[in-house]
């Protein structure tokens, strides 16, 4: 097989590519974030950043104490976010664990949101730790009832004791499972994977695989997606791009509960990756508070004062 | 989609510039005889008008600077002189955004820069030195710990509060007194640090400036009142000064010009060395004497690096310097501009390539987009003369060997940057460079604790750190 005339899927040729890849000077992209975070966005672009990144939030719910009510409730908003106002666009996806999946499509259609995907953590999320059989069978199933996107996990223990060829080979094969049927989004667990050179490598891995998507958290890990995190993954999409003539998505996820947490990201986005990135097709945030920051923000920017969050729904 | 940033100007109604300004010598504001305009260099706006310093001005500056030696200065300790310091600090903090605001409004360089940059380092130096005022026995220097008396101290355009603060702090630490004379298109930050200095309650005549041109800055030099001359400026001044003091028993600093080398090693974190390639020539617009305005590249990774430089490059927001989004300011004078827009021409007559960015630019003021030429040589003079502006001469490598020589072959030696992840190839190229700072993986990076200065026509002497506060003090202890 070959994997974007890149890598042919044996050990060695993953190998070879992956250390060709140039180090990341953790100062340097710590300066280089810090530099991005400073920019000031203010009115029209300011109203411009929070609607998108509105259309760009998964709106996620992953508790084991998750009820079909409450995931019907997450549905409903995802497609109206504030019912008051039918402007406001309608998020990215619904993100949610795999026995949910059929709950929260059938909802979504019954309410006319047909457009709006559903997305279902998927391999064992958040560890990881199962085995490749029920890390399939998850995934068949998920798709089964209605997900249109999966986010899986890679194992984390796999690549750090640099046994890279199964993760990739794992990643192979959900791809296989998901094929025309499933966006694949890759969870690297950043914050598991600790420095920036395994964050390189490890979205080249994912991308050389298949992902739709490089995702950077389960949002189960401290610290989740850092800025200088998102910078080096969007600086392997583009470069991948350069490669394969690919675009490749990026979806940060966990810790991004502010507007202002939010457009730093866009602007990450739009001064690393490029413009063709700000698009909910190649960018997504996971994220649930966040959504009513923005919201509440979006109400200012329009109405000129704070509203109470009694005005702003809790789910 | 394309993302737009709407404007995000800094309001510029935090500061308040006087019609007319006069000198400030022995605590007072004195009038001039003469005057120039001094003009916002992003709008060619008057801004205010700047008394022309004569030698009789000059000559009042010093006995003022004398007296407060002989009768106040000199006669307080460590400790009291330390406290003006360190109040002196914190009311440069206090008022940052005012000196912020002021210097791009006065200079063109980016808020971004003065923010984050200029004004904290500035506060840091005299944070810095306050500490040393009554420790100095201590600091290892190998001169007496006498001060010199009364120092002249000429500084430039390109960081005018950041210079003032190189130079007065260490000289008020030290327990000399002063006459500054600003550059002739960035007074204003420093008629604002007089204020300062009445606010701390400084003794009169501790610190005067005269501001004016090249014949103030000559009558300063020739001053037979004036034990130490400090300069900061071009290489071509720095020697006219130094034959003037030459034949008197003056003491002389000088930080001057540089043509500093970045070497980019094959091993390079590509990524950031891009940035520390952006940081190391458009800061500042490429005003700066340690700028990296010499890329070295070694040959394997030349295309790739160059590629990234250029998208890189395209994403340098140039315009309103009070735009907290722009990363690129004005020139700061038509007279900078047309020795930039020379050079420049003279790169492309001499057959380098030549690439600017797209960027749309302010119809007024004076602007240069940045600029990179490509296959220039050793023999082009983009690759010998200091051009100070946003322009960067990209020359490769084959052996790191070649590198050096290449970055060495220069009559400057003020600065160096080198890019590898391989630290024995850091440490091995350190040993060869000839150039009084080197950057590893990074570059543009300032400390009041890290010396900083000269080799061949850099200049003479170090600022900052222990080796700054030598420049000071006295003869020899031993």
Redesign the interface.
Request: net charge negative.
């Given at each position: 097989m070959s994997f974007y005339g890149l890598v042919d899927g044996s050990d060695s040729s993953l190998r070879n590519c992956l250390k060709q890849l140039?180090?990341?000077?953790q100062?340097?992209?710590e300066?280089?974030a810090a530099m991005l975070a400073?920019?000031?966005?203010?009115?029209?672009?300011?109203a411009?950043?929070i609607d998108?990144a509105i259309s760009m939030v998964d709106l996620t719910t992953l508790e084991g104490a998750d009820t079909p009510g409450k995931v019907q409730a997450l549905c409903s908003k995802a497609f109206r976010p504030d019912p008051t106002d039918l402007a406001v666009p309608h998020v990215g996806a619904v993100c949610v664990y795999n026995d949910m999946v059929g709950i929260a499509r059938e909802h979504l259609d019954s309410i006319g949101a047909q457009e709006l995907p559903v997305a279902a953590v998927s391999t064992a999320f958040p560890s990881g730790r199962a085995s490749m059989q029920v890390k399939l069978q998850d995934t068949e199933d998920a798709i089964v009832a209605g997900a249109a996107e999966i986010d899986m996990v890679i194992d984390r223990g796999a690549f750090l004791s640099g046994r890279l060829i199964e993760v990739f080979e794992e990643i192979v094969a959900i791809r296989e499972v998901c094929g025309d049927r499933a966006h694949l989004k890759v969870i690297l667990e950043t914050g598991e994977l600790v420095t920036l050179d395994n964050v390189r490598k490890a979205s080249y891995l994912a991308m050389l695989a298949g992902a739709d998507f490089i995702k950077t958290s389960t949002g189960k890990v401290a610290p989740a997606a850092t800025a200088p995190v998102v910078l080096?993954m969007l600086?392997a999409v583009r470069d991948f791009y350069d490669l394969t003539k690919v675009r490749i998505g990026v979806k940060p996820a966990g810790g991004i509960r502010t507007t202002k947490d939010a457009i730093k990201q866009?602007?990450l986005v739009?001064?690393t990756a490029g413009?063709e990135w700000?698009?909910p097709s190649l960018f997504r945030i996971g994220a649930s508070a966040l959504l009513n920051d923005l919201l509440m923000q979006r109400m200012k920017m329009s109405d000129g004062y704070y509203a109470s969050p009694n005005y702003v729904t809790i789910d | 989609?394309?993302?737009?940033?709407?404007?995000?100007p800094e309001s510029r109604s935090v500061v308040k510039i006087d019609p007319v300004y006069g000198h400030f010598i022995n605590g007072k504001w004195v009038n001039g005889s003469a005057h120039f305009n001094s003009i916002n260099p992003a709008t060619e706006e008057v801004l205010s008008s700047i008394a022309l310093g004569s030698t009789a001005d000059v000559d009042a500056a010093v006995k003022a600077a004398r007296n407060a030696f002989d009768k106040s200065w000199s006669k307080l300790s460590g400790r009291e002189r330390g406290k003006y310091l360190f109040r002196i600090a914190r009311i440069m903090q206090e008022r940052a955004r005012e000196f912020a605001v002021l210097e791009t409004l006065d200079n063109g360089k980016p808020i971004?820069e003065s923010r984050?940059v200029d004004v904290p380092l500035a506060a840091a130096h005299f944070f810095y030195h306050a500490g040393w005022a009554d420790k100095l026995e201590y600091a290892g220097v190998e001169t007496t710990t006498t001060p010199h008396g009364v120092v002249g101290q000429i500084i430039p355009w390109n960081f005018p509060l950041l210079m003032l603060a190189w130079k007065v702090a260490p000289a008020l630490a030290t327990g000399n007194t002063v006459v500054l004379k600003p550059a002739e298109t960035t007074s204003l930050t420093a008629l604002l640090f007089a204020q300062v200095c009445q606010q701390a309650g400084l003794p009169d005549g501790v610190v005067n400036i005269v501001t004016g041109d090249g014949s103030t800055g000559s009558a300063i030099v020739n001053h037979p009142g004036i034990d130490k001359i400090a300069f900061t400026g071009s290489t071509e001044v720095g020697k006219l000064i130094a034959r003037a003091v030459a034949s008197t028993n003056k003491s002389l600093t000088l930080e001057l010009g540089g043509k500093g080398a970045n070497i980019v090693f094959g091993?390079?974190?590509?990524?950031?060395?891009v940035?520390?390639i952006v940081n190391g020539i458009f800061f500042n617009q490429g005003h700066v004497c340690c700028a990296g305005s010499r890329l070295i590249l070694q040959e394997s990774i030349a295309d790739e690096v160059l590629e990234k430089l250029k998208r890189r490059m395209d994403?340098i927001r140039v315009g309103d310097p009070l735009d907290?989004?722009t990363d690129l300011g004005a020139i700061n004078s038509a007279e900078q501009l047309a020795k930039i827009r020379e050079l420049t021409a003279a790169g492309e007559a001499e057959g380098a390539g030549r690439w600017s960015t797209n960027c749309v630019m302010p119809d007024k003021g004076f602007w240069f987009a940045p600029t990179i030429f490509t296959g220039v040589t050793q023999a082009h003079r983009i690759a010998r003369e200091e051009i100070f502006g946003p322009v960067l001469s990209v020359l490769t490598f084959r052996t790191p060997a070649e590198a050096i020589e290449k970055a060495n072959n220069t009559p400057f030696g003020l600065s160096a940057g080198i890019w590898s992840?391989k630290g024995s190839n850091i440490l091995w190229a350190t040993q060869q460079l000839r150039a009084g700072v080197i950057w590893a993986?990074?570059f543009n990076k300032f400390d009041p604790t890290s010396p900083f200065g000269g080799y061949k026509e850099s200049g003479w002497g170090r600022e900052g750190g222990r080796h700054g506060l030598s420049a000071y003090l006295k003869g020899s202890a031993k």
């Open positions: 140039p180090g990341v000077d100062v340097g992209a300066a280089r400073t920019r000031s966005i203010k009115t029209t672009s300011k411009w950043a998108t080096v600086e866009l602007v739009n001064e413009p700000l698009n | 989609m394309n993302f737009e940033y709407a404007a995000a971004r984050d091993d390079a974190a590509i990524d950031e060395t940035e520390g994403k907290k989004n992840e993986n990074t």
